[in-house]
């Protein structure tokens, strides 16, 4: 992902902060090289689960799909918790019709300064950190 | 009855023949998705659950609107209507 979009996930975290931030990933079908990446809201309103808001959700996935793209991945923060993908953040990975070649980004707001990982979540409910790539 | 286009998600377009975008005919959302079953049986599990409500894990907007603030599958469509079908995502720390 470029520098920017890291930026963007780190800020969107801070922004929903006392709350759970999330967003998407938009990029190439199937890929992993993020192009966007579209803050949504936080439909649960909760510091300790998230809900993309259904409506901003449909209308990034439509746009992407529009220009050739896709969801290729969702980015959420943990506010008082490591970054890595809980026991919920597991089971919501591998519901049905979530495509599990997904990117899962976690950013946590836990010891003070953000810290972003991205995982990978198999259909067996197997975690895969991966490394996270930064260009300019 | 009006025709609607619906777009399917990433995970489902193998199940209906690898199309995104279908054109589909009925009176009602719930006319939409019954047709789509039965054009592409392999989509009923992913989309209804035995008493054929539609499943927790999927969302269907209709321009946007989530169909469970409308009419859920009571819905009435007017031509050139666009649904879209997507998982829902949630999760928590
Ligand atoms: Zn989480």
């Not at chain 1, 579209?38 to 959700?57: F, H, K, M, P, W």
């Amino acid at each position: 992902m470029d520098r920017l979009h890291w930026l963007q996930m780190l800020a969107a975290a801070w922004d929903a902060y006392p709350l759970e931030g999330c967003g998407l990933l938009i990029g190439a079908p199937g890929g992993g090289r993020v192009e966007r990446f579209v803050t949504i809201d936080n439909e649960a309103g909760s510091s300790r689960i998230y809900r993309l808001d259904g409506n901003q959700y449909a209308r990034a996935a439509l746009d992407a799909d529009d220009e050739g793209l896709d969801v290729i991945g969702v980015m959420h923060s943990h506010t008082h918790t490591a970054a890595y993908p809980s026991p919920t953040d597991v089971a919501e990975a591998t519901k049905p019709l979530v495509p599990p070649d997904w990117h899962w980004v976690i950013v946590s707001l836990a010891w003070g300064f953000p810290e972003l990982h991205s995982f990978r979540i198999d259909a067996g409910g197997g975690i895969h950190e991966e490394p996270v790539g930064l260009s300019i | 009855m009006v025709t609607v286009s619906v777009r399917l998600p990433t995970v489902l377009r193998p199940a209906a023949g690898g199309q995104s975008k279908l054109s589909v005919a009925g009176a009602a959302v719930g006319d939409v998705v019954d047709r789509l079953i039965e054009d592409y049986p392999a989509l009923e599990s992913n989309l209804v659950d035995d008493e054929g409500s539609v499943r927790k894990f999927v969302n269907i907007y209709l321009n946007d609107e989530d169909i469970r603030f409308l009419e859920s599958l009571e819905t009435p469509l007017s031509e050139g209507d666009e649904l879209a079908i997507l998982p829902a995502v949630a999760g928590g720390q």
